[in-house]
């Protein structure tokens, strides 16, 4: 692996769930990373993120820099050709050639407006910093997905099913406010990565980007959905079909203990941060059925794999 930009550039799926799934297990330092220094670049705020790939890297001998770019650096400018006389004052190209001096690998979160669909799906962020840099660059969250998260929820079901084809529904839930896809978009392309029997619901006009949803079956009736289903994973995203809006805040869609009935003792899931009785009910997150905890866990192992294949590729 060169970079760790989307979930295409895992090579062997299976042989990195079980690296990750061997280091959790070894839980031992290692010093493939000694000398080498990962700088973590924070455009939008983090808590499960940061702090695991910080401790992923140290867990492989490396040092590392975090900086929250959005706040504490210079204004970026991303355009080829512009004429930097407004608030930017340090352009990518200086940026990332920079950055690389000092790090063996760059990391960047960097979240969507949900102005523009256009302009989201290019990743102007974190495409720039791949084609300025000249070492590899991970995704930290992106405008369009989240890839080390969909990575941990494929080892927590990996670690958690009791059988070869769990069902596996991905739910819309209510929010306050308009959320990225980003989740769901990763969750989706991972899931159809497993031999699992994969389901989405959501509302109508919640439809998630058709090219990526490919032939998904796609339920408008929760209930429906959730019937046997071994994992339930819940999460707010805004429109894709009207982008960016919320176009509802549907209390029904909230998970509760109640929906879960008609479920197969489903463990449920969500990437954090939730708020409760809002998106997921306290029944149900302070119950036996929550897996939410062991999936921030698993996020330290599933960042050591992937950062330990970079500095393997990269040795
Ligand atoms: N799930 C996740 O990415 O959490 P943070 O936003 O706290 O990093």
């Not at 799906?121 to 590899?136: G, H, R, T």
């Not at 080892?155 to 209510?174: C, G, H, M, R, S």
């Not at 939410?292 to 996020?299: G, T």
Request: hydrophobic share 40%; glycine share 4%.
């Amino acid at each position: 692996m060169k970079n760790y930009i989307d979930l295409s550039d895992i090579k062997d799926l299976q042989a990195l769930l079980t690296e990750a799934s061997e280091l959790k297990k070894a839980h031992a330092a290692l010093e493939i990373g000694k000398g080498k220094t990962l700088g973590m670049l924070f455009f939008n705020p983090s808590l499960r993120t940061r702090l695991s790939t910080e401790k992923a890297a140290k867990l492989l001998g490396m040092d590392v820099l975090v900086m929250n770019a959005g706040s504490d650096g210079w204004a970026l400018e991303f355009e080829d050709g512009a004429i930097m006389n407004s608030n930017k004052a340090e352009h990518i190209k200086e940026a990332a050639a920079v950055l690389s001096q000092y790090c063996d690998i760059i990391a960047v979160r960097a979240f969507p407006e949900l102005k523009d669909r256009k302009e989201d799906e290019a990743e102007n962020i974190l495409n720039s910093f791949k084609n300025y840099a000249s070492v590899p660059v991970v995704n930290l969250e992106s405008a369009t997905g989240h890839p080390l998260q969909a990575l941990t929820d494929a080892l927590t079901i990996q670690e958690l099913k009791k059988k070869d084809k769990p069902k596996v529904v991905l739910t819309w839930a209510p929010h306050p406010k308009a959320l990225p896809q980003s989740v769901p978009n990763s969750f989706t392309k991972m899931m159809q990565k497993m031999e699992f029997d994969f389901v989405i619901t959501n509302p109508e006009g919640y439809d998630l980007n058709p090219e990526i949803t490919k032939n998904t079956r796609v339920v408008h009736n929760q209930d429906e959905a959730l019937k046997d289903a071994d994992f339930v994973y819940v999460k707010n995203w805004s429109s894709y079909e009207d982008y960016g809006q919320k176009l509802s805040e549907d209390k029904s869609w909230m998970i509760s203990q109640e929906k879960l009935k008609a479920t197969n003792n489903a463990r449920v899931m969500h990437c954090l941060p939730v708020r409760r009785n809002m998106v997921i009910a306290d029944d149900v997150l302070d119950s036996s059925s929550s897996a939410v905890i062991l999936q921030a866990k698993n996020r330290t192992f599933a960042a050591q794999a992937v950062l330990k294949e970079i500095l393997e590729e990269t040795a």
